[in-house]
């Protein structure tokens, strides 16, 4: 025990290991990100927006119940054993997406995806704050997700490209099967669990222990609330963004590869821009970043259903990207530092079932609405979720 440190510095190789698995985690999702509407189209002849947006919903509910049991699990069952499983899980996605009869059975693939997801970034983002303790937790978590956005989507551009140049499929998937299996040789191999530096910050921590956890997470306590509704509704817009945008491109007659790069932008200035939000969350104030970055967010989606050119479009994927970078990291930083070590696990694992929840409603909302009214409007009902989740964290969270 005496040989535990936490810290950035002193855990810098199990942490920089762990970055590049969250990175493989990431390209796992980039892999469908740019040209899952038109798979559904070409492939299956699936034309109504619900219908294609299923995938998205099968993915994010899947997604949140993984999320919420890797963090009730991970204090009993090792933080490495999850992230284990997880890739396992992602192993057969490729080869079914590659080989799938039907619709239903990429609804399938997509559903053992989320599982995946959920397993996986759940157990890295947990991990990374085990490793760092107090002082570091907001620059952590802007490695974090700036590996795992990024990959998003620099392997977004990459399947838009390999589509444009040899076809929708099947060597778009090829590369999440590199990606499944490199992510769990690493993580067998190399990858050491964290419960140590748990029982470690325990010893000195006198973080206030919740009640319950999970009321606490998603009602009662005003910061973690706050912190959870924004962080659905923040996936709530990404699940749009991740239907809707390339059926809005499409339908402007834009080609695969021009679609790829315009989709590619917002996750990787997302990524990016995490390099620097992360670390501004452990010295500026957490509620002004949440409270602009959703708003940032909020305006963007507002003026995709008014804008056809490539730079138009190309400068609001980078300002959602933006908003979504400022939030991203101070949602789990403001977690961490609201919760007790051995209840931070339970209490991130709640937020993420919420927070990735909003594919789910996402996909709904915005797939009913388009089916009956157009996607413009159902654009423009998402832009309004978003602007008015920026003002329950302006007047219901406490300063932080």
Known sequence: MNQIQLGLKENWKQFTLLVIVNAFVGGMVGMERSIFPQFAEVEFGVA???????????????????????????????????????????????????????????????????????LTWSSTVVMKIDLVGEKDRGFAMGLNEFAGY??????????????????????????????????????????????????????????????????????????LSSVTQAGLINNLNDGMIWGLLPMVLFSLNYNNENIGIITAIYPTVWGIGQLF??????????????????????????????????????????ILGL???????????????????????ESIGTFRLWRDLGYAFGAVISGITADLFGVDYAILLIAGLTIISSLIIKFRMPAK
């Open 323 to 345: 908003g979504t970078a400022l939030v991203y990291p101070t949602f789990l930083s403001t977690i961490a530092q609201a919760t007790s070590p051995q209840q931070r696990a």
């Open 48 to 118: 109504s927006k619900t219908a294609i947006l299923a995938f998205i919903t099968a993915f994010g509910i899947s997604k949140a119940i993984a999320n919420y049991y890797t963090g009730k699990l991970a204090n009993k069952v090792g933080r490495k054993n999850l992230l284990l499983l997880g890739w396992i899980l992602a192993i057969p996605v490729p080869f079914m997406l590659i080989y799938a009869p039907s619709w239903t059975f990429v609804i399938i693939a997509n559903i053992l995806l989320g599982l995946s997801q959920g």
């Open 277 to 318: 939000t992360g670390k501004m969350s452990d010295h500026y104030s957490k509620k002004g970043m949440l409270f602009w970055g959703m708003l940032l967010q909020g305006i963007a989606i507002l003026f995709i259903p008014y804008s056809s050119s490539f730079a138009v479009l190309a400068g609001l994927s980078a």
């Open 150 to 223: 990024f990959a998003v989507g620099i392997v977004a551009f990459i399947t838009g490209y390999v589509a444009n140049s040899y076809g929708i499929t099947p060597y778009p998937f090829y590369i999440g099967i590199f990606l499944s299996i490199g992510g769990f040789i690493l993580t067998l191999l190399w990858v050491k669990d964290t419960r140590g530096h748990v029982n470690k910050e325990s010893g000195t921590d006198k973080t206030t222990q919740l009640k319950n956890i999970f009321l606490e997470t998603t009602f009662k306590n005003k910061t």
